[in-house]
């Protein structure tokens, strides 16, 4: 095969490697077959070559622990997509010096997948069908799961909390200098579009002649190794494995007689021809430690594609599994047959999604046509995947290609991904926690046959089965497993959006949801059993927190529960958080948790909540514990301030909710007995009234209370006038009179404009004021006007300009509103940038109209 060197051009392959192909096959009987991951092209070619040869045994890349799951893959009920996964954990040093463990929990688990067309599938069911002995020789899961460096999972993995890494990794190819010169020598966008011109376009007959097919095969993996030295392929645990993999290859050979077929990735077979002869038989197959923890489980074509992030073997496998079967079938043109057949799917796809850029039969009849032209241009046996992709951007994209194509670019994407999922039979085995999900999973109508991610739409407070279905979408979203997004609805959690009756998810099933189950099957039998678990150490965590009792925290915690499904617990949890509350000595937490309870009790059905008596008491003892730690925040400091004004307004609307909830249970709901004591107005008037008028208390607290005993009713305009003309008036500090004023507009922003003293005593303060000390208390200024509205600033900005003597025309022109821009405002406002502009020349400044310094 000619092949680019370099950019220079082409040339023929360096003697060593054209040597080595000599030696590929029936060197003592040992047929060595350089394969890529996923590639139906080099299914199809081994399945040649094991007809014909009818090996004595199949050797494979492959962690050699894993032996006990051969069978697996040769049982007739197992369905591709299906993958190994292995899982590992560790004990490493804590992060944290001062946590109470010095040690945590690490784990880490791989995947190893299997399609109709992977070429390791093919030699574990052919061989077998063949009556060959199957093993693995790669290095064991364990021995190698903790000798990569965690930044080199993530950039594999893509989610760090997926730790479910490929053991099928080709990123070599991709980095591969050669590759990427031969791909720009020959026109094609990538080494995939390459690969693909060169070797999955080539028909039946062609793949037939394994021998050629192979040699070539080796030729490119060989070529693009040149790129990695020795050190590095040493460091990324290359060499490692293929020491390893030559030492089994010596063990078969030294064991049985007749032909030993050798199926690795290309990237290692050339280390494997030079060094297997030499090589010391391994002793026994497996793991110093005994056998990986590894199962068989159900994979999908949405995590199989390398475009999702996954680092081995071909992407679209969608669109590959059509060609492997048409190859399979016999069919005499099997890409052009797959181009058109695509085609006509993913048309039919867009009309019946309403997609704003549908595809007409006649768009199809061109791209089809368009898709064989390009194949023929670019010397291809037919159209390959990027003869069809191109085809498809040529004649269905209308407008830019980077303008509004996004989704129709996702979903050409997801089209020839496939959303295919594969099945295992049931002596594969699963930990009971992946089985209940799984029961609970087709419950709640999750597919387990589909990756598609679909849209469940829940009545919370109508419909009981609806409930169950968010409780066990809730209890996923708790472990983090990945079956569901939460979308739309009323946040319990978050105490926003409780009007909503409704709730949305985005839920699909995925080989990583049963990864993630695997990782928590050490906590729990079932779904509820692990939620379990994980709530006692949150409750465990929070009986031990040192810096004292949350009551706010502990009922987050008891909604948590509630949305997770997990009822029976309610007792201990209402028992705690009763302990939390007696303890608890910070107002903000106090009246959090009594606007949560508010929350628990009126969506008490959706939650399960309604058989709880102790719910109500806590709502009855909530508002007497957040009174007596009222006066508390009243002397607080400058930076608490803020915070201490949110914590009265919160505790008032606290109280207004109180109240009408005691009244609705008082008019009989079917309820026995009351919610506690009645909400009484006047303890917590009588606080305000110390906070506006005693000392000491904050002024922005003096301003929020004075202004809360207006509006409440308790004081007339005339006590309020009385406050205020104390606080501006004559010897006020004029940081404390602005600390009052942002106290007063964060509390009722509309009193600047409903009392004249208040305006009028800003206005003298600031009339007194010096350049020096208005530019140092210009922005808490400014953040008290944001309060405002945009037509009560400009109210705001009539009324001042009058009391300094502006007349009735100036002050009407301040307070109207301009919605709209005329011609004569956008020339006016040229005009004064060209007058700004020659200040700033004038002034020395002409460097800043330019963006300099």
């Given at each position: 095969?000619?092949?680019?060197?370099?950019?220079?051009?082409?040339?023929?392959?360096p003697?060593?490697?054209?040597?080595?192909?000599?030696?590929?096959?029936?060197?003592?009987?040992?047929?060595?077959?350089?394969?890529?991951?996923?590639?139906?092209?080099?299914?199809?070619?081994?399945?040649?070559?094991?007809?014909?040869?009818?090996?004595?045994?199949?050797?494979?890349?492959?962690?050699?622990?894993?032996?006990?799951?051969?069978?697996?893959?040769?049982?007739?009920r197992t369905?591709?997509?299906?993958?190994?996964?292995?899982?590992?954990?560790r004990?490493?040093?804590?992060?944290?010096?001062?946590?109470?463990?010095?040690?945590?929990t690490?784990?880490?688990?791989?995947?190893?997948?299997?399609?109709?067309?992977s070429?390791?599938?093919?030699?574990?069911?052919?061989?077998a069908?063949?009556?060959?002995?199957?093993?693995?020789?790669?290095?064991?899961?364990?021995?190698?799961?903790?000798?990569?460096?965690?930044?080199?999972?993530?950039?594999?993995?893509g989610d760090?909390?997926?730790a479910?890494r490929?053991l099928?990794?080709?990123?070599?190819?991709?980095h591969?200098?050669?590759?990427?010169?031969?791909?720009?020598?020959?026109?094609?966008?990538?080494?995939?579009?390459?690969?693909?011109?060169?070797?999955?376009?080539?028909?039946?007959?062609?793949l037939?002649?394994?021998?050629s097919?192979?040699?070539?095969?080796?030729?490119?993996?060989?070529?693009?190794?040149?790129?990695?030295?020795?050190?590095?392929?040493?460091?990324?645990?290359?060499?490692?494995?293929e020491?390893?993999?030559?030492?089994?290859?010596?063990?078969?050979?030294?064991?049985?007689?007749?032909?030993?077929?050798?199926v690795?990735?290309?990237?290692h077979?050339?280390?494997?021809?030079?060094?297997?002869?030499?090589?010391?038989?391994?002793?026994?197959?497996?793991?110093?430690?005994g056998?990986?923890e590894a199962?068989?489980?159900r994979?999908?074509?949405?995590?199989?594609?390398a475009?999702?992030?996954?680092?081995?073997?071909?992407?679209?496998?969608?669109?590959?599994?059509?060609?492997?079967?048409?190859?399979?079938?016999?069919?005499?043109d099997?890409?052009?047959?797959?181009?058109?057949?695509?085609?006509?799917?993913?048309?039919?796809?867009?009309?019946?999604?309403?997609?704003?850029?549908?595809?007409?039969?006649?768009?199809?009849?061109?791209?089809?046509?368009?898709?064989?032209r390009?194949?023929?241009?670019?010397?291809?046996?037919?159209?390959?995947?990027?003869?069809?992709?191109?085809?498809?951007?040529s004649?269905?994209?209308?407008?830019?290609?980077?303008?509004?194509?996004?989704?129709?670019?996702?979903?050409?994407?997801?089209?020839?991904?496939?959303?295919?999922?594969?099945?295992?039979?049931?002596?594969?085995g699963?930990?009971?926690l992946?089985?209940?999900?799984?029961?609970?999973?087709?419950?709640?109508?999750?597919?387990?046959?589909?990756?598609?991610?679909?849209?469940a739409?829940?009545?919370?407070?109508r419909?009981?089965?609806?409930?169950?279905?968010?409780?066990f979408?809730h209890?996923?979203?708790y472990?983090?497993?990945?079956?569901?997004?939460?979308?739309?609805?009323?946040?319990?959690?978050?105490?926003?959006?409780?009007?909503?009756?409704?709730?949305?998810w985005?839920?699909?099933?995925s080989?990583l949801?049963?990864?993630r189950?695997?990782?928590?099957?050490?906590?729990?039998?079932?779904?509820?059993?692990?939620?379990?678990?994980?709530?006692?150490?949150?409750?465990?965590?929070?009986?031990?927190?040192?810096?004292?009792?949350?009551?706010?925290?502990?009922?987050?915690?008891?909604?948590?529960?509630?949305l997770?499904?997990?009822?029976?617990?309610?007792?201990?949890?209402?028992?705690?958080?009763?302990?939390?509350?007696?303890?608890?000595?910070?107002?903000?937490?106090?009246?959090?948790?009594?606007?949560?309870?508010?929350?628990?009790?009126?969506?008490r059905?959706?939650?399960?909540?309604?058989?709880?008596?102790q719910?109500?008491?806590?709502?009855?003892?909530?508002w007497?514990?957040?009174?007596?730690?009222?006066?508390?925040?009243?002397?607080?400091?400058?930076?608490?301030?803020?915070?201490a004004?949110?914590?009265l307004?919160?505790?008032?609307?606290?109280?207004?909710?109180?109240?009408?909830?005691?009244?609705?249970?008082a008019?009989g709901?079917?309820?026995?007995?009351g919610?506690?004591?009645?909400?009484?107005?006047?303890?917590?008037?009588?606080?305000?009234?110390?906070?506006?008028?005693?000392?000491?208390?904050?002024p922005?607290?003096?301003?929020?209370?004075?202004?809360?005993?207006?509006?409440?009713?308790?004081?007339?305009?005339h006590?309020?006038?009385?406050?205020?003309?104390?606080?501006?008036?004559?010897?006020?500090?004029?940081?404390?009179?602005?600390?009052?004023?942002?106290?007063?507009?964060?509390?009722?922003p509309?009193?600047?404009?409903?009392?004249?003293?208040?305006?009028?005593?800003?206005?003298?303060?600031?009339?007194?004021?010096?350049?020096?000390?208005?530019?140092a208390?210009?922005?808490?200024?400014?953040?008290?006007?944001?309060?405002?509205?945009?037509?009560?600033?400009?109210?705001?900005?009539?009324?001042?300009?009058?009391?300094?003597?502006?007349?009735?025309?100036?002050?009407?022109?301040?307070?109207?509103?301009?919605?709209e821009?005329?011609?004569?405002?956008?020339?006016?406002?040229?005009?004064?940038?060209?007058?700004?502009?020659?200040?700033?020349?004038r002034?020395?400044?002409?460097?800043?109209?330019?963006?300099?310094p």
């Amino acid at each position: 095969m000619a092949v680019a060197g370099t950019e220079d051009g082409v040339r023929s392959l360096p003697p060593g490697v054209e040597a080595a192909r000599g030696r590929l096959f029936g060197e003592d009987e040992v047929f060595f077959v350089p394969v890529r991951h996923h590639s139906p092209a080099c299914a199809f070619a081994l399945r040649a070559l094991l007809r014909e040869l009818r090996p004595a045994a199949v050797l494979i890349e492959g962690p050699d622990d894993l032996g006990a799951l051969l069978p697996l893959l040769g049982d007739e009920r197992t369905r591709a997509p299906v993958a190994w996964l292995c899982h590992s954990t560790r004990q490493v040093p804590q992060d944290d010096p001062d946590a109470d463990e010095k040690t945590r929990t690490e784990s880490r688990s791989s995947f190893f997948p299997f399609c109709d067309y992977s070429p390791e599938w093919i030699a574990v069911r052919e061989g077998a069908a063949l009556g060959a002995q199957v093993a693995l020789i790669d290095l064991p899961w364990r021995d190698k799961a903790w000798q990569r460096d965690d930044d080199e999972r993530d950039e594999d993995a893509g989610d760090a909390r997926d730790a479910a890494r490929s053991l099928m990794e080709e990123r070599h190819f991709a980095h591969s200098r050669y590759l990427n010169a031969m791909a720009a020598q020959l026109g094609c966008v990538d080494h995939q579009e390459l690969w693909d011109r060169l070797f999955e376009l080539r028909g039946s007959a062609a793949l037939a002649d394994w021998r050629s097919f192979f040699r070539d095969v080796f030729s490119w993996c060989a070529m693009a190794r040149l790129d990695y030295e020795p050190e590095v392929l040493e460091a990324e645990l290359s060499l490692p494995r293929e020491r390893h993999m030559a030492a089994h290859v010596r063990r078969w050979r030294d064991a049985v007689k007749g032909p030993i077929v050798v199926v690795t990735g290309g990237f290692h077979t050339p280390e494997l021809l030079a060094r297997w002869r030499d090589a010391k038989p391994s002793k026994a197959a497996g793991s110093k430690d005994g056998a990986a923890e590894a199962w068989l489980i159900r994979y999908s074509f949405e995590r199989l594609d390398a475009l999702n992030g996954y680092a081995a073997g071909m992407p679209s496998p969608g669109y590959y599994q059509q060609v492997w079967e048409r190859l399979d079938a016999g069919d005499a043109d099997p890409f052009a047959a797959v181009a058109l057949d695509s085609l006509v799917r993913f048309a039919r796809r867009t009309r019946a999604q309403d997609h704003a850029d549908a595809v007409s039969t006649a768009l199809v009849q061109a791209a089809a046509a368009q898709a064989m032209r390009l194949a023929a241009l670019r010397g291809n046996a037919g159209p390959g995947r990027q003869d069809l992709l191109d085809a498809i951007r040529s004649c269905f994209v209308k407008g830019a290609i980077d303008e509004g194509t996004r989704g129709f670019t996702a979903d050409l994407r997801q089209f020839l991904s496939g959303t295919r999922i594969g099945d295992v039979p049931p002596s594969a085995g699963s930990p009971p926690l992946i089985e209940d999900a799984r029961r609970l999973a087709r419950r709640a109508g999750v597919r387990l046959d589909d990756s598609t991610a679909r849209v469940a739409r829940l009545d919370l407070y109508r419909k009981p089965s609806h409930r169950e279905r968010s409780r066990f979408f809730h209890a996923m979203a708790y472990l983090d497993a990945g079956l569901a997004a939460w979308l739309a609805g009323p946040d319990f959690i978050g105490n926003s959006r409780l009007n909503l009756l409704f709730e949305e998810w985005r839920a699909a099933w995925s080989p990583l949801v049963e990864a993630r189950l695997i990782e928590l099957a050490a906590e729990g039998a079932s779904v509820e059993a692990v939620c379990m678990a994980r709530l006692r150490k949150e409750e465990a965590a929070l009986a031990a927190e040192g810096r004292g009792r949350s009551a706010s925290a502990a009922v987050t915690l008891l909604l948590r529960a509630c949305l997770i499904g997990l009822q029976p617990r309610l007792p201990q949890l209402l028992a705690m958080l009763s302990t939390h509350l007696d303890e608890d000595a910070a107002l903000g937490s106090v009246v959090d948790c009594g606007h949560r309870l508010v929350t628990l009790w009126r969506a008490r059905e959706p939650l399960g909540v309604q058989q709880h008596p102790q719910l109500r008491h806590l709502l009855g003892r909530v508002w007497p514990a957040a009174l007596f730690l009222l006066p508390d925040i009243g002397p607080c400091g400058e930076d608490a301030e803020a915070d201490a004004v949110k914590q009265l307004l919160s505790l008032r609307e606290l109280g207004r909710l109180l109240d009408a909830l005691q009244h609705e249970i008082a008019q009989g709901e079917g309820e026995d007995g009351g919610a506690g004591e009645a909400v009484d107005p006047g303890l917590l008037r009588a606080q305000f009234e110390r906070f506006a008028t005693g000392a000491p208390v904050a002024p922005g607290v003096a301003g929020a209370a004075s202004a809360l005993l207006y509006l409440d009713g308790h004081w007339d305009e005339h006590a309020l006038d009385t406050v205020v003309r104390q606080r501006f008036g004559a010897g006020a500090e004029p940081r404390e009179a602005v600390r009052f004023l942002n106290g007063v507009m964060a509390a009722a922003p509309e009193l600047l404009l409903r009392l004249p003293a208040l305006l009028e005593g800003l206005d003298g303060l600031v009339r007194g004021w010096d350049a020096e000390a208005f530019v140092a208390h210009l922005p808490d200024l400014r953040q008290a006007f944001t309060r405002l509205k945009p037509q009560e600033t400009a109210d705001l900005a009539g009324r001042v300009a009058a009391l300094h003597g502006a007349d009735e025309a100036a002050v009407a022109a301040l307070q109207q509103m301009h919605y709209e821009t005329t011609e004569e405002d956008l020339q006016q406002g040229a005009l004064l940038q060209l007058a700004l502009a020659e200040c700033l020349r004038r002034d020395g400044l002409g460097a800043w109209l330019d963006g300099g310094p």
